[in-house]
């Protein structure tokens, strides 16, 4: 008789937004005559840009012809694209990389669960708490974890960092060393960030303790204010302690299109084994490369049309994130976010759970969000609104909610 990989049966219930989704379906079919505004999962609503879209049937076309069509992409992804990314994205910023320190894939999310597979099941790793809730499941799927504690909601073998309001929402060093550490800057969920400054500490620490950094920067296109890195590669030593995350899905609206990137520079190593080289070999293996005409189509994010129609997207997403801030507070929450990231975090009013807030904000106003407990205990008693939505909808759900 086969046997299952029990660490999938310590997964408490389903995922946080499969059950937000089940409970907005049973209240639409219970409430056909209600409008129901959705500013819960971190979606795109605008279309993908014009350049994009030129880009995207450039290469269609291309498909159609013998001469040009293309199958199978190269392992790490097309080098166009690739030296487009080093070029805009590092370089441009006083950061050196080589080519193939960068790997192609079809999103963050993929690369955020599928990294933890190079490193050893004995490996204590650290998460933000509230946390990104992938980082800590593709972890329990991998035995790194112990047992859930109902009663806390947290992991036995987790290194949680509070990020609360005392500390502005970013974490505090852990009193017990850690192997790997999660950090997402611009935060999902709060939209919290940190200063060069502080990150460096970060990279600091991970080099004295012999840690690497697991850094998502899904969000950096968002960040407006100079003191805040884009990119971990602007602290000294990062490339010997940090593997980076990048999106194509919240930057240029990727997320039906799907396309993203890893960089693990070759300093990165346990010992003499050089953890790029781990991943080539694991990325070679189970991954066939993201389509051709979606990498034809990120080129297209870089070039000066490009370049200027997603910026116009980004402060679209970011004057919704002003609209949402504003108005609650001048109900009187308290809210955080909303600056560099296009999330706002709120304390929920009347000591309700999170929950409680979720089942009250869509039967009264008919609004959606994510209740805080979802990523993290200490998320309980937060909130999460995206400013993903559109803006008609985003000036509506904020007048319904502070007429509560």
Known sequence: MFKIN???????????????????KAFGEANP???????????????????????????????????????????????????????????ARGVELALDEIFISDG?????????????QDNKIAVCDPVYPVYVDSNVMAGRTGDYLSETGK????IYMPCTKETN?????????????????????????????????????????????IYDAAYEAYISEEDVPHTIYECEGAKTC?????????????????????????????????????????HGTKFNGAPYIIQAAGAAVYSEEGKKQTREQIAYYMN?????KEGLESSGYTVSGGVNAPYIWLKTPDKMTSWEYFDYLLKEANVVGTPGSGFGPSGEGYFRLTAFGTYENTVEAIERIKKL
């Open 242 to 282: 940090a593997i980076e995350l990048r999106s194509f899905s919240k930057n240029a609206g990727f997320t039906g299109t799907r396309l993203g990137f890893t960089v693990i520079p070759k300093e990165l190593k346990a010992g003499e084994v050089s953890l790029n080289s781990l991943w080539a070999r694991r």
């Open 169 to 213: 929402f970013a974490p505090e060093f852990p009193k017990e060393e850690p192997d790997i550490i999660y950090l997402c800057f611009p935060n999902n969920p709060t939209g919290s960030t940190v200063n060069k400054k502080q990150l460096q500490e970060w990279v600091d620490y991970a080099n004295k303790v012999g840690a690497v950094i």
């Open 6 to 24: 029990e660490n999938y049966l310590k997964l408490p219930g389903s995922y946080l937004f499969s059950d937000i989704a089940k409970k907005v």
């Open 33 to 91: 005559d209600k409008k129901i505004i959705r500013l819960g999962i971190g979606d795109v609503t605008l279309p993908l840009a014009p350049a994009v879209i030129s880009a995207l049937h450039k290469a269609t076309d291309e498909m159609a012809v013998k001469d040009t069509f293309k199958g199978y992409s190269p392992d790490l992804g097309y080098e166009f694209l690739r030296s487009l990314i080093a070029e805009h994205d590092y370089k």
């Open 320 to 324: 919704n994130a002003r609209v949402i």
């Open 108 to 120: 963050a999310k993929s690369d955020s669960a599928n990294i933890q597979e190079i490193f050893g």
């Open 155 to 158: 992991w036995t073998k987790v």
